[in-house]
């Protein structure tokens, strides 16, 4: 799993049933966390303070007023100034209401733990998806960019294993979606490099299950992708959790329940997918606008401003380093001195900074990195001066 260990933007959690944990550092006061069962029971209207998370553990409400519940929590929800992880937590045998749009639906077993690294990591994913498209609005769609083949293709379901319960699986997911099948780990890791899955389903005995999985999460392109695993008891299921399920399937499942599940996965996978086909465009793009001089400064700026903003709403800075040779103690002799140099220092904020970090050369300005927040500021700062005090320029 693409493990995250803090939250990108801190906040309250709204919860019913099941507060998540604060590990370390208290990111957010206890109080200010919101019952949303107490909230629902006096028919309030939610506070505008943007959460870390909403996780609802359907068993902490009545099922009789569970249609309601969500109905009065979904348009809150919605109206909210960006979107935040939203899980709903159950069973194997409890009901959803139908519609349900969560980020995810998981198991009410999830460990504290592991639930704590999923906020993190959907966090993240957000800001990416937020970051992917304000990119494509500012510097518009890059023509004849082919996409890698991990990105391209059709909304499908890897499914890894051989239990026999293909057809259920198929039957489970919407119609407009592809179900794959995969013997195992090997085979799925080679089917994801030659075509894009938003999910995978792993249907195996527990050992096998546990080799696919981490055959899967060892390959960083598909680090953050939904993996569901399937196990026959639940006591396997915190195993499965901490070794890169995304969710675990127990035992036997309502059919609508499962359904719900399953779809929810795919659709953040897909959005995930977008997501880091248009990051990974937009970065080709902008290492090309070195050859013709850098990036213009009216795109630059636009792209700082509505990023600003975007971020503000969640109580974030965006940080900008102007990566100019003499903030690092070189000396220009000649202009092809300046170009080296130039494509040293974006070369070093490319890899030392994250896809949703914008690393390029502006025209007039230089090489620039805008990162999403401080601590990348200082971890790229020491690994310039750790790399150029070992190079010779």
């Not at 915190?238 to 309502?254: P, T």
């Not at 109580?315 to 494509?343: A, K, S, V």
Request: negative net charge; hydrophobic residues 40%.
């Amino acid at each position: 799993m693409d493990v995250e260990t803090s939250l990108s933007w801190r906040g309250p959690y709204w919860y019913a049933g099941r507060r998540p944990r604060r590990s370390g550092n208290v990111d957010a006061p206890e109080d200010l966390d919101i019952s949303l069962v107490k909230m629902f029971e006096r028919g309030s209207v939610l506070p505008r303070a943007l959460p870390a998370a909403v996780v609802v553990d359907v068993t902490a409400i009545n099922l009789s007023q569970l249609g309601d519940f969500f109905d009065w929590l979904a348009p809150q929800v919605k109206d909210l100034p960006c979107d935040v992880p939203f899980y709903v937590l159950t069973g194997s045998k409890d009901e959803l209401p139908e519609g349900v749009q969560a980020t995810a639906i998981i198991d009410k077993v999830v460990p504290d733990d592991v639930l704590l690294m999923l906020i993190c990591i959907h966090q993240r994913a957000l800001l990416r998806s937020e970051e992917a498209q304000l990119r494509r609005r500012v510097f518009g769609r890059i023509p004849g960019f082919g996409s890698a083949p991990h990105h391209s293709g059709s909304s499908s379901l890897l499914v890894v294993g051989l239990s026999g319960r293909y057809l259920e699986w198929q039957d489970a997911s919407e119609q407009k979606v592809e179900v794959v099948g995969a013997f195992d780990g090997n085979m799925a890791v080679e089917f994801m490099s030659q075509r894009a899955f938003d999910a995978v389903v792993v249907d195996a005995p527990f050992d096998d299950a546990i080799d696919y999985m981490q055959q899967i999460r060892r390959d960083a392109r598909f680090a953050g992708l939904p993996v569901l695993a399937v196990c026959e008891h639940e006591e396997d299921s915190i195993l499965l959790f901490r070794n890169g399920a995304s969710d675990v399937l127990v035992g036997e499942n309502r059919r609508e329940t499962l359904t719900a599940r399953l779809v929810s996965a795919i659709r953040f996978g897909k959005r995930r997918r977008l997501a880091d086909r248009i990051l990974a465009e937009s970065h080709v793009w902008l290492r090309q606008q070195i050859n013709h001089g850098g990036l213009d400064v009216e795109h630059y700026t636009n792209y700082l401003e509505t990023c600003s903003n975007a971020l503000a709403v969640k109580g974030l800075d965006l940080w900008e380093m102007r990566l100019q040779p003499e903030n690092f103690g070189l000396e220009i002799r000649t202009p092809d001195d300046l170009e080296e140099i130039y494509n040293t220092l974006i070369s070093i904020a490319d890899a030392t900074s994250r896809d949703e970090d914008l690393v390029c050369l502006v025209r007039g300005l230089g090489p620039v990195a805008v990162l999403k927040n401080e601590a990348g500021t200082s971890r790229l700062q020491k690994r310039i001066n750790s790399i150029l005090s070992h190079t010779q320029l």
